[in-house]
């Protein structure tokens, strides 16, 4: 599976160095191995390309990680959960009563430069609606400025899913920018949008265990045969819920689909323990084994 999800702390945007690489991009190659993509002379740099090349989108991609670097800063915040979006504290101590307090490092944006990172993805998928990644730089984007509370991203991936179900757009990826984009198939896009069920997942608040709920009932109903989507349901009722014997229904569905789904399995094999049914667990191991 192809990882797309990205958390924009430290980007280092390449252009790929093919036969067709123009000056500029030669140019803003050396410099941002030197000064990173928001460095001293960058904005000039991608000024002057922008005047050679207004519809470059290596250029436009340039200009986005610059504003969305630019962007960026980050600051502590205190929680009283010994984990926080995925991640673990860099501190933890005592407060006045005993009880754990953690630190974590996490990112903060300047909301006009991020709007102005924003305009400019929008400018590439205007250039070329088709390409996925640029959608998922959008997608990402929100998943990072947003934080615990994913409500644009969530509907930015929403309107993704239908616009590639209801629209004839010739859609393709470039998961390495040496190579040509590849074509995208059901069966790649239902793989791109399940990792962005498990990044909401893994997030693990309240808000992102709903938006990972929601994208999740979407998927299934446009790719009612992928597995991982009623996977994903009974683990929303599993884990928020603590419902296991809904959970272990929409288990069941995913393995008629999928029997050797090893994510679906383990995780029935939890919801049976935790109800503690022999017999249920005994067929889940059961089908561990083959």
């Known amino acids: 599976m192809r990882k797309i999800i990205y958390i924009f702390a430290a980007v280092l945007l390449a252009v790929a160095a093919t036969?067709?690489?123009?000056?500029?991009?030669?140019?803003?190659?050396?410099?941002?191995?030197?000064?990173?993509?928001?460095?001293?002379?960058?904005?000039?740099?991608?000024?002057n390309w922008?005047?050679?090349?207004?519809?470059?989108?290596?250029?436009?991609?340039?200009?986005?990680?610059y504003y969305l670097v630019k962007s960026q800063g980050t600051e502590v915040?205190?929680?009283?959960?010994?984990?926080?979006?995925?991640?673990?504290?860099?501190l933890s101590l005592k407060d006045s009563t005993d009880n754990d307090v953690y630190y974590y490092e996490v990112l903060k944006y300047d909301d006009e430069l991020f709007s102005q990172a924003l305009a400019v993805v929008d400018k590439m998928i205007s250039v070329d609606p088709g390409r996925l990644d640029y959608r998922f730089l959008k997608a990402n984007s929100y998943l990072s400025y947003e934080?615990?509370?994913?409500?644009?991203?969530?509907?930015?991936?929403?309107?993704?899913?239908y616009e590639y179900k209801t629209t004839k757009t010739e859609w393709s990826y470039v998961d390495?920018?040496?190579?040509?984009?590849?074509?995208?198939?059901?069966?790649m896009f239902a793989q791109m949008m399940q990792e962005y069920c498990y990044s909401l997942y893994s997030l693990g608040t309240p808000s992102s265990y709903d938006a990972f709920y929601r994208l999740s009932l979407r998927l299934n109903e446009y790719f009612p045969k992928e597995a991982d989507f009623l996977g994903n349901i009974g683990s929303y009722h599993l884990v928020v819920k603590g419902d296991c014997k809904t959970a272990v229904k929409y288990y069941d569905k995913a393995l008629k689909l999928q029997p050797d789904n090893s994510?679906?399995?383990?995780?029935?094999?939890?919801?049976?323990?935790?109800?503690?049914?022999?017999?249920?667990e005994k067929k889940y191991l059961k089908l561990m084994q083959k």
Request: negative net charge; glycine residues 4%; proline residues 6%.
């Open 19 to 47: 036969a067709q690489t123009t000056d500029f991009q030669r140019r803003y190659n050396v410099l941002l191995n030197r000064v990173g993509p928001a460095g001293v002379g960058m904005e000039t740099l991608i000024d």
């Open 50 to 65: 922008a005047k050679a090349e207004p519809e470059s989108t290596d250029m436009l991609k340039a200009r986005f990680y």
């Open 77 to 90: 915040v205190v929680r009283s959960e010994n984990r926080y979006l995925g991640a673990d504290p860099i």
């Open 147 to 161: 934080r615990d509370s994913p409500d644009m991203a969530l509907s930015s991936i929403l309107a993704l899913a």
């Open 176 to 187: 390495d920018p040496q190579l040509d984009p590849v074509v995208v198939d059901d069966e």
């Open 263 to 280: 994510s679906v399995l383990h995780n029935a094999l939890i919801a049976a323990r935790r109800m503690k049914n022999a017999k249920l």
